[in-house]
């Protein structure tokens, strides 16, 4: 079956850092998100990216943030200056995107980010 | 987007049937109902979905009352890998639609 992909599994880094989180989203997929995780909290929709921009995104998604689809298969969340409350649990999921009405979203196994 | 009622947590044993109600009184017309399955430190992953009567496939059976103000989603025979947190997600579930998670319901699943 194809899954999304995640790298790095694990990041720490200082806060001040830029951090780039990579995602393989599944080949014919149209459409990808990103979420963050706070430990022990919800799952949040940070953005989602289709034909090369971004479709909607949420207040968390500030302009530190940024996402790119370098390529035919990456896409990527950059934090350009992290914060120590950036530290989550950071999930790229991608979907099928067409018209049709039930759509599903796959997610990768997550990159877990510490800042210190 | 509907707003999603379930409980916090619930426990079982192996080989029982877990069943997992949720509210959603104000759920639209084109709205579905979409479980979702979350393991620690992995990724929800898609359970089952539906818009009313009933829905099954390998994994789990999803109950939708005609008026849809909740649905149940049913486990049969639980085992210890089905400890996780399930989540209840109402929404029209086309194109790039965000998904919003509630807090779930945290399942333990006890030999």
């Known amino acids: 079956e194809p899954e999304v992909t995640q790298t790095p599994s694990h990041q720490v880094t200082q806060m001040g850092q830029e951090v780039i989180l990579r995602c393989v989203p599944i080949s014919n997929h149209l459409y990808f998100y990103w979420y963050r995780q706070i430990l022990g909290q919800k799952v949040e929709f940070l953005v989602s990216?289709?034909?090369?921009?971004?479709?909607?995104k949420s207040e968390i998604f500030d302009d530190q943030f940024s996402v790119e689809r370098p390529d035919g298969s990456n896409f990527t969340l950059k934090i350009r200056s992290t914060k120590l409350e950036d530290s989550a649990m950071y999930f790229c999921?991608?979907?099928?995107?067409?018209?049709?009405?039930?759509?599903?979203?796959?997610f990768g196994p997550g990159t877990r980010l510490l800042v210190l | 987007l509907a707003k999603t009622t379930q409980p916090i947590s619930m426990d079982s044993y192996e080989g029982q049937e877990v069943n997992i109600t949720c509210s959603h009184n104000n759920i639209a017309t084109n709205d579905y109902i979409t479980w979702y399955q979350q393991f620690p430190s992995q990724g929800p992953r898609f359970i089952i979905q539906?818009?009313?009567t009933k829905v099954t496939n390998e994994v789990a059976s999803l109950f939708i009352p005609a008026d849809r103000k909740s649905s149940t989603l049913s486990l049969p025979r639980v085992s210890l890998s089905d400890t996780a947190v399930y989540y209840c997600?109402?929404?029209?579930?086309?194109?790039?639609?965000?998904?919003?998670f509630g807090a779930g319901t945290r399942l333990a699943v006890h030999p």
């Open positions: 990216f289709y034909n090369n921009e971004i479709s909607e």
């Open positions: 997600l109402v929404g029209f579930s086309g194109g790039y639609n965000k998904l919003i």
């Open positions: 539906g818009y009313k």
């Open positions: 999921a991608s979907s099928g995107g067409s018209d049709r009405v039930l759509e599903t979203q796959y």
